[in-house]
T-cell receptor, first 114, second 112 residues
């Protein structure tokens, strides 16, 4: 079992650019959630995808958007990057109702905005 | 709204010392509770969980008990090792939404 995988590992962008991050969930999981973790902080929920639709959304602007594909993999897109978007972006997968909504995390993508 | 509060770190202990990291929560309903651990440069790993009041989660010598009366989920370990040095996050999950809400994290440093 490969677990949750994310790509790329690191990314450097400049302000105003756009970025796409990718995530493949753990085998058997159909729900993907994205979190932003700023340095020294706990992860903050961005949104969750299930059955190719956004099911839940946190307090993030519309510059943050996502997509889920039929194979359950997911993308996170961020437009018009700001310096404050620099963070570790974590993807987590789960199977609803199982394990008390336990989520399994990938290693993250470290985004640096210059 | 739902929230999680952890004791501030860093926590510095000698090897074989007893560890307690406090965690309290505010939530409507009956959330599931989790402890995650993050080693330097890595993502989050689930350490233990509890899904209902009075449940005790345990793993790798760590334990935490879901206390509804005190809305707490304190993490304990009887004898820490240098390899336990990491950042520990307490989190709750709303059973309806599945969204995780994290505390700010507590850094643990164990010295030989």
């Amino acid at each position: 079992d490969a677990g949750v995988t994310q790509s790329p590992t690191h990314l450097i962008k400049t302000r105003g650019q756009q970025v796409t991050l990718r995530c493949s969930p753990k085998s058997g999981h159909d729900t993907v959630s994205w979190y932003q973790q700023a340095l020294g902080q706990g992860p903050q929920f961005i949104f969750q995808y299930y059955e190719e639709e956004e099911r839940q959304r946190g307090n993030f602007p519309d510059r943050f958007s996502g997509h889920q594909f039929p194979n359950y993999s997911s993308e996170l897109n961020v437009n018009a990057l700001l310096l404050g978007d620099s963070a570790l972006y974590l993807c987590a997968s789960s199977a609803p109702g199982q394990g008390g909504n336990e989520q399994f995390f990938g290693p993250g993508t470290r985004l640096t905005v210059l | 709204g739902n929230s999680v509060t952890q004791m501030e770190g860093p926590v510095t202990l000698s090897e074989e010392a007893f560890l307690t990291i406090n965690c309290t929560y505010t939530a409507t309903g009956y959330p599931s509770l989790f402890w995650y651990v993050q080693y330097p440069g890595e993502g989050l790993q689930l350490l233990l969980k509890a899904t209902k009041a009075d449940d005790k989660g345990s793993n790798k010598g760590f334990e935490a008990t879901y206390r509804k009366e005190t809305t707490s989920f304190h993490l304990e370990k009887g004898s820490v090792q240098v390899s336990d040095s990491a950042v520990y996050f307490c989190a709750l999950s709303d059973k309806n939404t599945g969204k995780l809400i994290f505390g700010q994290g507590t850094t643990l440093q164990v010295k030989p």
